[in-house]
């Protein structure tokens, strides 16, 4: 009993959840960060950058602004990061199972992605601040224009699983029993990314990364020339360290969320801890591609779009793509 | 333990000095020569770590120009009353120096360094981009003192 305690906790604070995602998210960005810079020809921060930014954060003063709701701008910063290092138990990172799994845990994560972005809704309006309130008020809009297409591909991948391990005779095929585990199962044989009717809901899941983790073309929320960081800017001090760390964490979980919905498995069947660590590195490389195409490439070659460009956007576009792949899945076609 | 952290502690710190821009009345040359030359991909300080803020609360070095008009001068102590400590100060021109051509005007009080601790300045009407980026470099070595005398 106290064994799987600590194991748990292991889990949640170690690896596969805070230090390890972590460290993984701030490599993230600092990379993204150099191949922007080195797209836009210029020399770019060293890929450590965010691990200084994080620790000059921690040493400066706290400012907390007149006006500001105390307790909630303090608990604020925590929100996110509570979010996806739980949302990361689910994930299977380079390991048979996942540390936390139970029926219907895609429902579970679906909760968890918004709760990361109502995180930063909570931090910008506890800071009674005008650019605050603009960026929650265009936050809050995003998360409704492409929280739909959300919903609809993970349903999609959920009744794509479900329909495989009905025609295969096993495991249970009502679709709110889904796991995370089983959604893996299904891809055992033919990963969903080689499924030509998965590739629309593949689209739109990347085509919601930019909204999603705040980078160009929808950067709207923290939009620097316009409305100065949105949310984050009455924060300062390790509050400010805590959101940008929680923003870091998020790129990590939801690249990894694409990983296991679309192409999951490890590269090596061995086991043993050498082949667990390949497995692990192999599926943070595999995250790492997806934040490359949908979040850098994408982010270093387009301008910024307005707030009402972008939610058109995403009603129109990833919607009918998702919706798509809801209709062939549905149809049982391929 | 912290003793033996502290140096390489404070160097990784020193490499990430965002900066806030302040302008007290200045005539823009020197706004047009920090903003878009100094501070534009050419030259790119963003390999020192400088990420241009735009609240004054993520600051670390203000850089201020102009020469302090009455007119902002609530402003600027409001606005530098906000920006955590601790930070490094830095004047671009001579106006903040001298006043330079509005010398003995009423309708400005100049030096800065009469309202603010300035650390650093960079003469020149307007100073050239090379001058600037100088100056931030001189910046970051004084920022990296107050770095470790905060760790301490």
Redesign the interface.
Known sequence: MLMQVLEKLFNLFVFPGFLFMAIIGLYFVGIH?KIV?RI???????ID?P???F??LM?????TPEGAAKGLFSVAPYITIIGVVIGMMFIPVGMAQAPLDTAGAFLILLYLITAAAVGVMVAGSASSSPYAAVGVSREMALVIAYDLSLIIVFLTVAIKAATIEAVAGNGATDLLNYSINSIVAAQATRPFILDWTMIPAFLAFLMIIPANLGLPPFDVVEA??EI??GP??????SR?ALLQLGSAMKAFFVCSVIVVFFFPGGITAASGVLGTITNIIWHIFKAWLVYFFAGTLVSASLGRRRIDQAVNFYLTVPLVLSIISLGLVLAKIG | MLGVLKKP?SK??A??PWVYRMNTGSCNGCDVELATVALC?RY?T??F?V?????P??A?IVVITGPMTIRCKDAAYRIFS?I???KVVMTVGNCPISGNVFQDSYAIDPPISKHFPVDVSVAGCPPSPWAILDGFVKCIEIWEKR?AE??D
Do not use: C, N, W, Y
């Open positions: 960060r810079a836009q020809r210029r020399i770019g921060p060293p950058q691990f200084k930014d620790a000059k040493i400066k003063e706290d400012v620097e020339t100065v960081e984050m800017i009455e924060f300062s001090g400010l | 502690l990784m710190i490499g990430s991909p790119d963003s390999r770590g990420k241009l803020s735009g609240s609360k993520h670390d906000q955590p400590e601790p770095v905060q760790l």
